[in-house]
């Protein structure tokens, strides 16, 4: 992937230079456009003022997750899915990696709805999961993943408490953050033990990206 940045993923162009993808890539991606704008007359799936700028605010701040993931990871799973960010843009771009899938978890069926049909458009290869991933049986269900991505969905530490019943020592979180990323580091560090890095985000010169590897929740001793 080459260096992007928020203002310079406008356009369908942009993004194929940006993250050097497929033209059939593209194609499916601008059929995701068209639906989304479609079915955000009836359902809110965005915040309004994105519309104008999904390929930078949706597509592009959900793409640059794949660079960071492991080139073999097959099983992904991403939490809160809503529109599909970034969960069903990473599954249209994984097309074409033998064996991958990802799981999409979004209890709120009209959204769940919406990703269904973004996925038959596009023939991206997702499990999608009309469920809360707070339930013991969601979480029994899906196993352990290769990559968990979320966004917008809880601070941190919620967050890890979430997705630990998904990891195994071989699992890389990937969590789209705001600017308090680095507090949010801090206060899960009080529960929990892992390694992390913070990545710039591309699409928001604010924003970062949380890195996690290694999550174990600590003994009741442990805390702080």
């Given amino acids: 992937m080459r260096d992007a940045s928020h203002d310079e993923v406008r356009t369908p162009a942009d993004f194929a230079r940006a993250f050097a993808v497929s033209r059939e890539t593209i194609e499916k991606l601008e059929v995701y ?29 959900s793409a ?22 970034p969960g069903l843009v990473l599954a249209i771009m994984l097309a074409g990696r033998d064996g991958a899938k990802v799981t999409l978890v979004e209890s709120d069926t009209r959204k769940a709805a919406f990703l269904r049909e973004v996925a038959r458009r596009t023939g991206a290869v997702v499990d999608i999961q ?24 809880a601070p941190l530490p919620r967050l890890l408490e979430l997705a630990a019943p998904a990891f195994s020592s071989h699992t890389t979180g990937l969590f789209l953050k705001g600017r308090e990323a680095e507090t949010e580091v801090d206060a899960a560090r009080e529960r929990w033990t ?30 702080r």
């Fill in 33 to 61: 456009e068209i639906l989304l704008r479609q079915w955000q007359k009836t359902i809110n799936l965005v915040a309004p003022s994105t519309l104008d700028h999904i390929w930078s605010r949706h597509f592009a701040d």
């Fill in 64 to 85: 640059q997750l794949f660079a960071l993931a492991p080139e073999d990871a097959k099983r992904w799973l991403d939490l809160g899915s809503g529109a599909g960010f």
């Fill in 130 to 153: 009309p469920e809360r991933i707070e339930k013991v049986a969601t979480q029994t269900k899906l196993g352990a993943v290769d990559v968990i991505t979320a966004r917008a969905l």
């Fill in 194 to 223: 892992f390694d992390s890095r913070l990545q710039p985000s591309l699409s928001d010169s604010g924003g970062r990206i949380v890195v996690v590897r290694g999550l174990q929740a600590k003994m009741e001793g442990q805390r």
